[in-house]
């Protein structure tokens, strides 16, 4: 297998995380779900500030990858085009990922921050993960590797980070979150 071929395998293994209802495909009821999720996991009211600043950024992370990857326009991406759509569109540019998923990382902190101070602790993260389905074990393993600083919370940039390099790099292990 060449380095393409391994690459593009490990794009699409990530299209589960995205694939909320395991349907086989993407689509907006998906980043509606993983807000709906996240929002029951920490209590938020969806009428809330914070509720509605994460429906805002579910809403605008599927926009940024139904324009990046949805090329019929059915308003649904599919495994092929997800892998198509990162491999020509993001590959070379982990950042343009990583500002398509800003707003909702930013609001999912913002939900998982418990006081206030725009940082999440470790294990509110490591709750997040796996109120989106992440196993236990992985999840810990993400949160942890998320905090670059070791101080113990997630800031923004520290999340956006390790999120671009999970779903855009090639090397392994190179960013769980």
Do not use: C
Request: net charge negative; charged share 30%.
């Amino acid at each position: 297998m060449d380095a393409e071929e391994l690459y593009r395998r490990r794009i699409a293994s990530r299209f589960a995380a995205f694939d909320q209802d395991g349907n086989g495909h993407i689509s907006r009821e998906d980043f509606t779900t993983a807000a709906g999720r996240l929002l029951e996991e920490f209590g938020v009211p969806f009428r809330s500030d914070r509720g509605q600043a994460l429906a805002a950024g579910a809403e605008a992370f599927w926009q940024g990858m139904a324009g990046i990857a949805d090329v019929d326009g059915d308003q649904r991406v599919t495994r092929g085009e997800f892998v198509n759509g990162a491999v020509k569109r993001l590959r070379d540019n982990p950042d343009r990922f990583a500002e398509i998923a800003r707003p909702f990382v930013r609001a999912l902190l913002a939900v998982a921050d418990q006081d206030g101070d725009g940082k999440a602790g470790i294990g509110e993260l490591e709750r997040a993960l796996r109120a989106l389905g992440v196993d236990e074990h992985t999840a810990a393993l993400a949160a942890e590797s998320v905090d670059l600083d070791r101080s113990g919370l997630v800031d923004e940039e520290e999340a956006v980070t390790a999120f671009a390099r999970y779903f855009m790099t090639e090397e392994p292990g190179a960013g769980t979150a």
